[in-house]
Antibody, heavy 122, light 109 residues
Framework: QVTLKESGPALVKPTQTLTLTCSFS??????????VSWIRQPPGKAPEWLAR???????FYSTSLKTRLTISKDTSKNQVVLTMTNMDPVDTATYYC??????????????WGQGTLVTVSS | DIQMTQSPSSLSASVGDRVTITCRAS??????LNWYQQKVGKAPNLLIY???SLQSGVPSRFSGSGSGTDFTLTISSLQPEDFATYYC???????????FGQGTKLEIK
């Protein structure tokens, strides 16, 4: 079955760079059509999509955050890594990775990790 | 970017009630609209994709409709486990810029 799990620091200081790892099983990012996204959710607020990486190494970023984000994959380890630079307290959120499924022309997040809470504070 | 607006922001209802949640897009998104349910402390869970297609394993009391800018999620007969927050999300944008609505919290009356 498909599972995803996020890992990374629970606390980062302002201006630091955040690095998060999504470890997944049940599918491979070397398989045509596979895609993984990162999504975050500040406490009490709606989810916000951050980035997506595809099996062919295409990468897409949120227009408002693209200057701070980098997404990459390690196919041999079944991992996707997200880095976010210049962290600020407003970036405090639960960060999720999710598989992006395409059915005909429609994309949706069909499997999610449990999320990891990242707090930005000095 | 396409903005998604849900109404109401919160809703109180009783077990057995029929409930409808609305989602409006800032521009036409055809039927590129998904619905998720989120329970406290858990990740969102996909209910509906392509505006009206029920995800495998989701109870048939959930249904979705709409196209263009206006969409609805209906729960035909509320069950205790349905009390949660619901989000719509568009996947129309190319290149992708997936956006979520602000959420509708469904509470027990």
């Amino acid at each position: 079955q498909v599972t995803l799990k996020e890992s990374g620091p629970a606390l980062v200081k302002p201006t630091q760079t955040l690095t998060l790892t999504c470890s997944f099983s049940g599918f491979s990012l070397s398989t045509s059509g596979m895609r993984v996204s990162w999504i975050r959710q500040p406490p009490g607020k709606a989810p916000e999509w951050l980035a997506r990486i595809d099996w062919d190494d295409d990468k897409f970023y949120s227009t408002s955050l693209k200057t701070r984000l980098t997404i990459s994959k390690d196919t041999s380890k079944n991992q996707v890594v997200l880095t976010m630079t210049n962290m600020d307290p407003v970036d405090t959120a639960t960060y999720y990775c999710a598989r992006v499924h395409k059915h005909d022309y429609f994309y949706y997040f069909d499997f999610w990790g449990q999320g990891t809470l990242v707090t930005v504070s000095s | 970017d396409i903005q998604m607006t849900q109404s109401p922001s919160s809703l109180s209802a009783s077990v057995g009630d029929r409930v409808t949640i609305t989602c409006r897009a800032s521009q036409s998104i055809s039927i590129y609209l998904n619905w998720y349910q989120q329970k406290v402390g858990k990740a969102p869970n996909l209910l509906i994709y392509a505006a009206s297609s029920l995800q495998s394993g989701v109870p048939s009391r959930f249904s979705g409709s709409g196209s263009g800018t206006d969409f609805t999620l209906t729960i035909s007969s509320l069950q205790p486990e349905d009390f949660a927050t619901y989000y719509c999300q568009q996947s129309y944008s190319t290149p992708p810029m997936y956006t979520f609505g602000q959420g509708t919290k469904l509470e027990i009356k």
